[in-house]
């Protein structure tokens, strides 16, 4: 029997860290702090930590992975999974990574001879994955952060063999919203088309969302794309794993970069970077800037004195992904995770309901 216990990131924003026992065993699905100031870590104990075998680790966000460190100084010394390109993203070294390439997807990786693990591509981030797990004789789907529509980046499931889920957990990220990532990115290529004297200033998250918005402006527009120092290892990644990349999609990529310079450019900078914000908002005056999720003008007093425009894309399941996820996984119990809209007693329809 799995005894399951939520340390953080169900019904909130954040700190995304999941116990499992079995047999007196544990795993640990990801290991988040909240992105707050406080940083608050998921609920750890040293009796978590004594039991604990193994770590799945989804990606490289901070909500996922920042408290690693925190693991370590508790004592724990065994393995923590995660891709090859998750680990190039991680800003510290820890020892105990133990990473997977492409070459193994869909088969079985084993961890030891009670636990093993298939994974695939969850389309929030370049090198961000889902895992089907084995544990003793029960089976566990953990989504990680999931973005089904993304515009370059794939995201799969588990090959349909009958399985039906012990516990399945769903990242619920949007779940109080209906969106098309396609159509937003349509719109945003009508809105830029419809101001030719004017550059865009996008702030950017370190993330698949700012990738895809960049692929598609440089496909649909005649502008020349820049992008800030800050997010240029993040395009390096899509260069090292094609694999994770919709096959027709990859060429798009590349003509990224050859783009011819036009007047007017759209320029693609850090959020994060407040201080390289505020400079290209004075370098240029008359920019528009363009805000794609949860927005942040608080934080860049100068860039407010500029036109601004959102267009929310998503970086996470919304309600009808949520529906459509619910009824492709079959699970004994599903916990929705990431999101203050939803908690432990959440379901969603499992009758065959239609967007539209
Ligand atoms: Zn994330
Ligand atoms: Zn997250």
Known sequence: MLSVEILGGVGEYGRNCFYIENQRQAILLDCGIM??????????????????????????????????????????????????????????????????????????IEVNEYLAFQ??????????????????????????????????????????????????????????????????????AMYVKAHPNHSFIFPSSFSGKT???????SE?????????????????????????????????????????????????VSEQDVAQVEELAMDYPTAIFVHTGYSRHASNPASLKHISEEFFYKTHPDYWDLVELSQRLRARQTIYFHSTHTNLTTTFPKEELKRD
């Not at 990606?59 to 998750?86: F, K, R």
């Not at 004789?137 to 799969?156: N, P």
């Open 35 to 108: 992105k707050n100031t406080q940083k608050t870590p998921p609920n750890i104990t040293f009796n978590h930590i004594e039991k604990l075998v193994a770590v799945f680790i989804s990606h490289s966000h901070i909500d996922h992975v920042g408290a690693l460190p925190i693991l370590q100084n508790m004592g724990y010394t065994g393995p923590i999974l995660m891709s090859h390109t998750t680990a190039q993203q991680l800003p510290l070294l820890i020892p105990q990574v133990r990473t997977f390439y492409p070459d193994t997807i869909g088969k079985w």
């Open 119 to 188: 994974w695939g591509y969850s389309g929030h981030l370049i090198g961000s994955v889902w895992y089907k797990i084995r544990f003793f004789d029960e089976m566990i789907f953990f989504s990680g952060d999931y973005v089904v529509d993304s515009y370059l980046l794939k995201a799969t499931l588990p090959e349909e063999d009958g399985t039906v889920y012990d516990v399945a957990f769903i990242d619920s990220g949007h779940a109080e919203k209906c969106i098309r990532n396609l159509e937003v990115l349509q719109q945003m």
């Open 211 to 217: 990738v895809d918005i960049m692929t598609y402006l």
């Open 220 to 268: 649909h527009t005649t502008r020349a794309i820049r992008v800030d120092a800050k997010l240029q290892p993040l395009l390096a990644h899509y260069d090292e794993e094609h694999e994770n990349i919709w096959p027709n999609k990859v060429m798009l990529l590349e003509r990224l970069k050859q783009k011819q310079d036009s007047h007017h450019v759209l320029y693609f």
